[in-house]
């Protein structure tokens, strides 16, 4: 169980009882909680068993709180949650995902209106209901009526962190039963697509009551909703549904080719094989009803006459005609990246100091990093002007004086203000070993200003790259109104590097968008954008966007040593 995982749980019952109008001061105190759990460096189910009651050190964490993180992580559930989900209908909590709109708005649309469900609440706003209520306006309803279909997708796909984790428990938990010879994820997760609408797993065994006997009592697993001979299909707590597959060995490299589409890949290979004279179906490649291959995935793709596709690659964008020509790339490998160069310290919005970062970045086997703390622009988030920026790069250079077996760069992320200036003045960025320009406010101006702002700062000298593009948030938030092929015809003529931002929030450049700035010769850089140690985990995340772009190693700048990093520098 992973803090993050229990930090949700929190946060879905302070939302919960928010609905159902209970005292503020409890529902804060789980939100405080939610927050003290995501900003934590080390893990909480260490904490648990410290004696002395470790979790109640923490700040936020009282009494109440430590009792139900125990239990947590020891049954993996939360019992007055489950008991609140079944208390307040789905279709309300879905309402939360639409943006500006608050449990307290909500719990007015609820108890008030009697609206339980977002198509409810599409009429009442067509109808002009909603402007009539008491702090809600015309502004609100139009905002409401443009976030639903957001929400309405936003019900249907998860995170990929969210899909692989569980997944990875799953699969690894299931591996423990002595029955079980092969288990893997299929389906979109082991595509690594950026949301997952369900999560696919196959598995091999002569005994295929006791996987799915053992999938029934996984911690993580809610409901059995079906169970056949050899298919069960279940629901995890966290609200994604999972298919479990048991199938024959001789099968097992079919039925992974086959579960792990996507559909419009598998339908071109499958005429692909009716073309050699082949059937190819999920229990193998036959010729006139007589079993040709099907045992691994590398044996049905040559009999096909191709190599193996990476999983990654497998959207039929292009692949299986590179794959024909023996043009696949080699993609970049997690292990091939040496840096990092964006993240956050307790000088703005980080929860760790530069050292710990530092130190950090060095126990996962970084290279470098750059120090990347926000500009003042980001009040909320205390950023930083001219004067303080300055002490803190006195603060970074101290600590590399310290810190060995890392190389820190002094940098910034600095906003490109909504009028296209930027927050700092080039005479402090000259000074920054490194700048990351980033828009932050003012997303939804037209076109032309957003790309005003993206070319001011591609234009500025001293700016190196551009930080999470376009802004959107994976499901819940679209991004800026970018002319993609005029800022990336600018960024590389300027010799400005483009993020692949791993948040799994963000993903930002996306894998399409990425594949696109290589064709314009673009280097890419992948970054975490932690605000903790615990954030360089994601960097996994950006990496595998960047394998669905197709990037190989030489096409992502922070694979490269430091010295050839730095030859990509413009303050260089
Ligand atoms: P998702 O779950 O929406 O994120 O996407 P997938 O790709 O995991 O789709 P899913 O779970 O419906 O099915 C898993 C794989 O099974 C899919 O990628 C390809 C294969 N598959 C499912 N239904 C069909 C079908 O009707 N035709 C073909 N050719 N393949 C299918
Ligand atoms: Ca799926
Ligand atoms: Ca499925």
Redesign the pocket.
């Known amino acids: 169980m992973q803090n993050q995982q229990i930090a949700e749980m929190f946060t879905e019952l302070a939302d919960l009882l928010e609905l159902q109008g209970a005292n503020s001061f409890r529902v804060r105190a789980y939100r405080n909680g939610a927050r003290t759990l995501e900003n934590l460096s080390e893990s909480v189910a260490d904490l648990v068993h410290l004696p002395g009651g470790g979790l109640e050190r923490l700040d936020g964490i009282g009494k109440d709180l430590a009792a139900k993180i125990k239990v947590v992580i020891e049954t993996g559930a939360l019992p007055q949650l489950e008991e609140l989900r079944q208390q307040v209908p789905r279709g309300v909590v879905d309402m939360l995902r639409i943006p500006g709109l608050g449990p307290k708005k909500v719990a007015v649309l609820f108890s008030e209106l009697g609206i339980i469900s977002l198509e409810q609440l599409k009429e009442a706003c067509e109808a002009g209901k909603i402007s009539e209520r008491k702090g809600f306006g015309k502004k609100t309803e139009q905002a409401i009526l443009e976030g639903i279909p957001l929400a309405l997708e936003a019900g249907k ?1 998860f995170l990929i962190s969210v899909a692989r984790e569980s997944a990875e428990e799953i699969v690894a938990d299931l591996k423990q039963l002595p029955s079980i010879r092969q288990v893997s994820v ?4 082991r ?1 690594r ?1 950026e ?4 999560l ?1 797993i196959l598995a091999t065994s002569d005994d295929s009551a006791a996987a799915m006997d053992r999938l029934a009592v996984h911690p993580l697993v809610e409901k059995v909703l079906a169970r056949g001979e050899t298919k069960q299909r279940v629901r995890l707590r966290s609200g994604i549904e999972l ?1 479990l597959r048991v199938v024959p060995d001789e099968s097992y490299g079919a039925a992974m080719q ?6 419009e890949h ?2 071109v290979i ?1 005429r692909r094989a009716i073309e050699r004279g082949f059937k190819l179906n999920e229990y193998g490649l036959f010729r006139d009803d007589t079993y040709v291959a099907g045992r691994t995935e590398e044996e049905v793709y040559a009999a096909l006459d191709l190599p193996f596709i990476p999983p990654e690659l497998r959207e039929n964008r292009g692949e299986i005609e590179l794959a024909e020509a023996g043009q696949l790339p080699r993609l970049i490998e997690l292990d091939d990246i040496q840096g990092d160069l964006h993240m956050h310290t307790t000088a703005s919005d980080g929860t760790a100091t530069i050292r710990e970062m530092a130190e950090a970045a060095k126990a996962r086997g970084l290279k470098y990093i750059a120090i990347t703390d926000h500009s003042k622009r980001v009040s909320m988030a205390n950023g930083l002007d001219a004067t303080r920026l300055r002490e803190h790069w006195a603060e970074i250079r101290k600590v590399r004086e310290d810190v060995e077996g890392i190389e820190i760069l002094c940098g910034i992320e600095c906003d490109i203000l909504e009028d296209a200036t930027l927050d700092l003045d080039d005479e402090v960025l000259s000074e920054a070993d490194w700048v990351i320009a980033v828009l932050h406010y003012g997303l939804k101006q037209p076109r032309e200003m957003i790309m005003k702002r993206l070319l001011t700062a591609i234009r500025n000298p001293h700016v190196d790259a551009i930080g999470h593009p376009s802004g959107r948030m994976v499901v819940n938030r679209a991004g800026a109104d970018i002319d993609y092929t005029t800022f990336f015809q600018a960024a590389a003529d300027h010799g400005v590097l483009l993020e692949i931002n791993a948040s799994p929030y963000r993903l930002d450049l996306d894998d399409v968008q990425a594949a696109a700035a290589k064709t314009h010769g673009i280097k890419i850089i992948i970054n975490t954008d932690s605000h903790s140690p615990s954030g360089f985990a994601t960097l996994r995340y950006g990496v595998d966007q960047a394998r669905r772009a197709g990037l190989t190693r030489d096409d992502v700048a922070n694979t490269r040593s430091i010295d050839d990093f730095r030859s990509v520098l413009r303050n260089a």
């Open positions: 796909r299929a389906g979109s997760c595509r697509k949301t997952c609408g369900d696919d298919d086959y579960f792990t589409g996507s559909k598998n339908i499958r």
